[in-house]
């Protein structure tokens, strides 16, 4: 159902993939809606389609089936030329923070670029607005004219943020934006993404393995497997009572020191497995 207050509602999705044994179902008939102003969690194991997902909604790829409805326009079935001047409304952070930063240019520039593309077309206007960008996510002004290679992850991840605000999106799709992190670095990440929506009222697709995160910053969170929803509703209401397994260890996990070291549930649950089998 759609309101007024709704940005975000994914209706339907279906993606498929071609692969040498035929056609495999990565997303199937999953439907969710995210209002203006709020954050909602896409968790799942490895392989339950949340990538996909976030891949879908902002467009890099195109769903088989289904409704991706952004402010009332239906993206999953507009052609590229239709998309581009919507482009700038709905940005994404990527998992890899070493991956997704071109290598060969300065901080700078990887903020300015997408000034340049939506038309930004004054130098010093990009320029400046690059820096207050940068200062916003915390970077000092000695990082400007600094390459990707002589950040850290944190502070590339903090470069991914100031690019995809260039633009000013309604939407931003985190996927695992804060997980090739420690924690401590994760937790002032998550900080200044809170802080950002309570200044602009910014929307949040997030995707996190890590229940704390969740816990912290989504007011929904959805449970996938398999492609499919298995479990969805308020965070709170969810994390305190479980009704999925999956979910379940997911919570059991967030308890665990480990997870408290940044180590990903999937991996704990195989430790534990491995724990608790008789020798
Ligand atoms: N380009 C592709 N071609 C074929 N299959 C793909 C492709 N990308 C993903 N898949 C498959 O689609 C399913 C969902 O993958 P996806 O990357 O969305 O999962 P995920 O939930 O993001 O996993 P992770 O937590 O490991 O990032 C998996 O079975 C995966 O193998
Ligand atoms: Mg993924």
């Known amino acids: 159902m759609t309101t007024p207050d709704t940005l975000l509602h994914v209706e339907d999705l279906v993606v498929t993939y071609p692969t040498p044994g035929g056609a495999t179902t990565a997303v199937d008939r999953v439907t969710f809606t995210i209002p203006r102003g709020s954050a909602l969690a896409l968790v799942g194991e490895s392989g339950s389609g949340k990538s996909t997902i976030a891949h879908a909604v902002v467009r890099l790829l195109k769903p088989t089936a289904g409704r991706i ?22 940005q994404m952070i990527f998992q890899d923070p070493y991956g997704s930063l071109d290598p060969h240019l300065t901080a700078q ?76 670095v994760q937790a002032r990440v998550l900080e200044l993404l809170r802080e950002l929506q309570a200044e602009t009222g910014i929307t ?44 379940r260890d997911l919570r059991r996990a967030a308890l665990d020191p480990a997870a408290i070291r940044g180590r990903k549930p999937r991996e704990l649950l195989h430790a534990r497995g491995r724990a608790h089998t008789p020798a």
Do not use: K, W
């Not at 038309?119 to 320029?127: E, H, N, S, V, Y």
């Open 109 to 184: 520039d990887i903020v300015a670029e997408p000034l340049r593309l939506s038309g930004t077309r004054d130098r010093t206007a990009r320029t400046r607005r690059a820096a207050e960008l940068l200062d916003r996510v915390g970077l000092p002004a000695s990082a400007r004219d600094r390459r990707p290679s002589e950040f850290s992850g944190g502070q590339r991840q903090r470069i991914g943020i100031a690019r995809a605000l260039a633009s000013s999106p309604d939407l931003l799709v985190c996927d695992e934006a804060t997980s090739a992190l420690d924690v401590s």
């Open 204 to 247: 949040y697709l997030v995707i996190a393995h890590n229940l704390g995160l969740v816990r912290e910053i989504s007011t929904d969170v959805v449970v996938l497997r398999s492609g499919r929803v298995v479990e969805q509703g308020r965070t709170a209401d969810v994390l305190a009572s479980p009704t999925e397994p999956y979910t």
């Open 69 to 90: 409805l952004f402010d009332g326009t239906d993206l999953a079935t507009l052609p590229e030329r239709r998309l581009r001047p919507l482009r700038p409304r709905f």
